[in-house]
T-cell receptor, first 111, second 115 residues
Framework: DAGITQSPRHKVTETGTPVTLRCHQT?????MYWYRQDPGHGLRLIHYSYGVKDTDKGEVSDGYSVSRSKTEDFLLTLESATSSQTSVYFC??????????FGPGTRLTVT | AQSVAQPEDQVNVAEGNPLTVKCTYS??????LFWYVQYPNRGLQFLLKYITGDNLVKGSYGFEAEFNKSQTSFHLKKPSALVSDSALYFC?????????????FGKGTTLSVSS
């Protein structure tokens, strides 16, 4: 978890409301990722970024958008939250090759 | 399509016994392979990786993994399990042909070590 923080750590929101999750890193890593973790599915990629203002979709991107205006921050927005987006969200960073480093996670509940 | 399979949802071992957590993959070319561990209410922690070279890779906390290209497997092993090893373990792969591409994860295996 070193160098990567996520906020908020826990959030409960209502269906239909927009939600933004923040990932902040102090490692100056070029690549950043958003995953969601659900029982029986492991981790699935939502969006990723390969540089400032450069982002791309992952496996489960529908209903999510991202922005990266600075190297250190990667925002994930649920445009209109649904109950199916109740999950634990993890941010990760990487230099380029090899392993990724994960943040502590955000537990989101959509009621 | 690339995929990772962890055929066992749960592995139970007694403390002091050897443990194996299985992983097989389907990726074109020669992938990078990883193992991560997740403790309750925590993020994923990197354990070890295979990039190239020796098929037996040693990692953190006494874990090791054996890369077998012919069987497309990357099983996690430890000679003597500890109760504190109880956690959720994920195998992951990455296409080495593109820098920065995301990891593809298996569904995870819960390791339970009894005293």
């Amino acid at each position: 978890d070193a160098g990567i923080t996520q906020s908020p750590r826990h959030k409960v929101t209502e269906t239909g409301t927009p939600v933004t999750l923040r990932c902040h890193q102090t490692e100056n890593h070029r690549y950043m990722y958003w995953y969601r973790q659900d029982p029986g599915h492991g981790l699935r990629l939502i969006h990723y970024s390969y540089g400032v203002k450069d982002t791309d979709k992952g496996e489960v991107s529908d209903g999510y958008s991202v922005s990266r205006s600075k190297t250190e921050d990667f925002l994930l927005t649920l445009e209109s939250a649904t109950s199916s987006q109740t999950s634990v969200y993890f941010c990760a960073t990487a230099i380029a090759e090899y392993e990724q480093y994960f943040g502590p996670g955000t537990r989101l509940t959509v009621t | 399509a690339q995929s990772v399979a962890q055929p066992e949802d749960q592995v139970n071992v007694a403390e002091g016994n050897p443990l194996t957590v299985k992983c097989t993959y389907s990726v074109s070319g020669n992938p990078y392979l990883f193992w991560y561990v997740q403790y309750p209410n925590r993020g994923l922690q990197f354990l070890l990786k295979y990039i190239t070279g020796d098929n037996l890779v040693k990692g953190s906390y006494g874990f090791e993994a054996e890369f077998n290209k012919s069987q497309t497997s990357f099983h996690l092993k430890k000679p003597s399990a500890l109760v504190s090893d109880s956690a959720l373990y994920f195998c992951a792969v990455r296409d080495r042909r593109q820098a920065g591409t995301a990891l593809i994860f298996g569904k995870g295996t819960t390791l339970s070590v009894s005293s």
